[in-house]
Structure formats: structure tokens, C-alpha cells
């Protein structure tokens, strides 16, 4: 099972940026798939984008060009940088991962705790 810790979040104005981390620990294979969600009070959880092993990247429409996903695949660690903050992109942020026990093993999906982002001025 695949434990993951997310850190990075805090407040910051308008226009500024946050660097996200998620480190997965436990006992695994391999972590396959990563991503980062993101929930705003009274909203559906939502992606934000995605990473796969191979650094095949994908995002939501409302952070392209301003968000960007990274992994360091040594670390089992995951980044989400995020340039150009707007008040809308104030949410608690959720690291996800895709992950196998052992290699022939199926696929399991693990959640972190989440961190509060919050952009105000």
C-alpha cells in the first residue's frame, strides 16, 4: 500500500506562485500513474493534470500554460509548479497515484491528505 504526503501549500497573492510536493512511502512495485485534484468549498473534486511513468503530462484546460506536473521517479515524488495563481485556483489540492503491490499484481489507486491553497490578496 502506497502512503502519500503532499506539502507546499500556503497563502499567496494573486499572480504569484506554490510549488506542490507528494512523496508516496509504503510497501509497492512500482508507482505508476500520478496526479494532482483539487477541490473548491461546494464544488466536485477535479483534475488538474496528470503524469504518467514515462513523463507523459496532461492538464485541465483552466491550468495549461500555467501549471506544470513533474516526477523524480527515484523519489516516488511528484511536483505540481504553479505560476500565475488566480483566486479561482483556491482549493485544497489532492496528490492521487496508480500504483502495484507487485508486478503482477493489478492496479490500486491511493489518495493523499490534501493541502490547502489559497490565493487572496
Known amino acids: 500500500q502506497v502512503q502519500l504526503m503532499e506539502s507546499g501549500g500556503g497563502l499567496v497573492q494573486p499572480g504569484g506562485s506554490l510549488r506542490l510536493s507528494c512523496t508516496g512511502s509504503?510497501?509497492?512495485?512500482?508507482?505508476?500513474?500520478m496526479g494532482w485534484y483539487r477541490q473548491a468549498p461546494g464544488t466536485q473534486r477535479e483534475l488538474v493534470g496528470s503524469?504518467?511513468?514515462?513523463?507523459?503530462?496532461n492538464y485541465a484546460s483552466s491550468v495549461k500554460g500555467r501549471f506544470t506536473i513533474s516526477r523524480d521517479n527515484a523519489k516516488n515524488t511528484v511536483y505540481l509548479q504553479m505560476n500565475g495563481l488566480k483566486p479561482e485556483d483556491t482549493a485544497v489540492y489532492y496528490c492521487?497515484?496508480?500504483?502495484?503491490?507487485?508486478?503482477?499484481?493489478?492496479?490500486?489507486?491511493?489518495w493523499g491528505q490534501g493541502t490547502q491553497v489559497t490565493v487572496s490578496s
Open positions: 492521487n497515484a496508480d500504483y502495484q503491490s507487485t508486478p503482477r499484481a493489478r492496479e490500486y489507486n491511493s
Open positions: 509504503g510497501r509497492f512495485f512500482s508507482i505508476n500513474a
Open positions: 503524469i504518467a511513468k514515462d513523463g507523459n503530462t
